[in-house]
């Protein structure tokens, strides 16, 4: 228990337990939005997100929005706190010219972003299957048992250690360069919103909101073709692997299928990462101040 005391007190403590906040925050602001948006993913028609929604709470009620939320709660929290953690480690490593009470220069973020998005990868791969399998609860038969441990029996059950890291490889691709687009993003909007910000750490909770959505938008907009793809091998068993995805998706509903729900997911990415990088900043302020 003497570890817990010293390793909060460090700079990298404060990093891992804002970044908890930031990832609980993030996930509660906008699960229903997220449900929504792999509904509209994994859909064979152009429905649009107001439709799914009119149809779940019609047939369903509203708690159908919130379904799989336990998973990522439980395990993003710590996620995002590892994201964090290592991207505070790493950008300050890619800089080590850079004096210890300068930020990072926008290289350093980038390449630390990265990699923390490819890290993060190994976790969240297993994680937003089964979120994404409860999601689907009523539109497939492979999720014939509630909750996230039940789900996470069946798919290993049924197919294993490779069936519990299916996607895996799509997640990495999406998420290593998204990340580094992400913390790029949101470094440089706070920077021109708020000259001096990044030294100064004076930015206003506006600011915070502003930069943290448009990194969001930004990397989920370049990153949501292959999120798509990454949906559909994880909801179903019929596609062998990244390629044949794609090509059966595309030939079958159009390109368009590669952008099906990016309005909602946008929507989503600006809320959610707006109330991240909010709850990251303002606990780093509020529990670490000195």
């Not at 029996?153 to 490889?169: A, Q, S």
Request: hydrophobic share 40%; proline share 4%.
């Amino acid at each position: 228990m003497e570890f817990w005391p010293e390793f909060v007190a460090s700079s990298t403590g404060k990093e891992f337990v804002a970044g908890g906040f930031g990832g609980t925050a993030g996930i509660i602001s906008g699960y229903p939005l997220d449900t929504l948006r792999v509904m509209q993913q994994n859909s064979n028609n152009d429905a649009s997100a107001f439709t799914i929604l009119r149809n779940l709470l019609a047939k369903q009620g509203p708690t159908a929005l919130y379904r799989g939320m336990a998973a990522p709660l439980a395990s993003v929290t710590f996620q995002n706190a590892m994201v964090f953690q290592i991207y505070a480690v790493l950008s300050k490593a890619f800089s080590s010219s850079v004096s210890a009470n300068d930020p990072p220069p926008y290289k350093g973020v980038a390449l630390g972003g990265f990699c923390s998005g490819a890290l993060q990868s190994m976790l969240l791969s297993p994680v937003e299957l089964v979120k994404i399998r409860l999601q689907l609860h009523n539109t497939t038969t492979e999720t014939q048992q509630k909750g996230p441990i039940g789900v996470a029996k069946n798919i290993w059950k049924k197919e294993g250690v490779r069936g519990i890291y299916r996607g895996l490889g799509i997640t990495m691709l999406r998420d290593a360069p998204a990340h580094g687009l992400y913390f790029w993003t949101y470094e440089y909007a706070r920077e021109r919103l708020h000259p001096g910000c990044r030294k100064s750490c004076e930015e206003r909770l506006n600011t915070m909101l502003v930069a943290g959505g448009l990194a969001g938008v930004v990397s989920w907009v370049f990153s949501y073709p292959l999120d798509v793809v990454k949906t559909r091998l994880q909801a179903s068993r019929k596609y062998n692997g990244i390629v044949d995805c794609v090509r059966k998706s595309v030939t079958e509903e159009g390109y368009v299928v590669l952008c099906r729900g990016l309005g909602t997911a946008v929507t989503r990415a600006f809320i959610v990462n707006g109330a991240i990088f909010s709850a990251y900043e303002i606990t780093l302020r509020c529990l670490f101040h000195k």
